[in-house]
Nanobody, 119 residues
Framework: QVHVVESGGGLVQGGGSLRLSCAAS????????MGWFRQPPGKEREFVAT????????AYADSVKGRFTISRDNAKNTVYLQMNSLRPEDTAVYYC????????????WGQGTQVTVSS
C-alpha cells in the first residue's frame, strides 16, 4: 500500500518562504513521477510542479516559475517544494501525488497541507 504524507504548511507573510515535504512509502519509486498540486479556496485543484524520481526532470506551472523549486531525496523517498517570494494568491491546500505513468494520471494522493499567505 502506498502512503503519501505532506508536511510543512503554515501561515507566512507575503514575500516569505516555506518548504513543503512529501514522504512516500510502500514501494520503490525510482520509475515514478511525483507532483505537487494546490487547491485555492473556492477554486479547482491546479498543477504546481512535477519531478521524476529518476533523473530529476522537473516542470512548473507558469504561476510559480522562478519562485518555487521542486526537488527529491531518493534515499529518504521524500520530495520537497521550496516556495519563495510567496504571494497571497499562493494560499491553498497543497497536495502531493504519485504517478506511475509519467504524470498522465496520478494514482496516489496525500491528505494535503494548508498554506496561507497574508498580505
Amino acid at each position: 500500500q502506498v502512503h503519501v504524507v505532506e508536511s510543512g504548511g503554515g501561515l507566512v507573510q507575503g514575500g516569505g518562504s516555506l518548504r513543503l515535504s512529501c514522504a512516500a512509502s510502500g514501494r520503490t519509486f525510482t520509475s515514478y513521477t511525483m507532483g505537487w498540486f494546490r487547491q485555492p479556496p473556492g477554486k479547482e485543484r491546479e498543477f504546481v510542479a512535477t519531478i521524476r524520481w529518476s533523473g530529476g526532470l522537473a516542470a512548473y506551472a507558469d504561476s510559480v516559475k522562478g519562485r518555487f523549486t521542486i526537488s527529491r531525496d531518493n534515499a529518504k523517498n521524500t520530495v520537497y517544494l521550496q516556495m519563495n517570494s510567496l504571494r497571497p494568491e499562493d494560499t491553498a491546500v497543497y497536495y502531493c501525488a504519485v504517478s506511475s505513468s509519467l504524470g498522465k494520471r496520478y494514482d496516489y494522493w496525500g491528505q494535503g497541507t494548508q498554506v496561507t499567505v497574508s498580505s
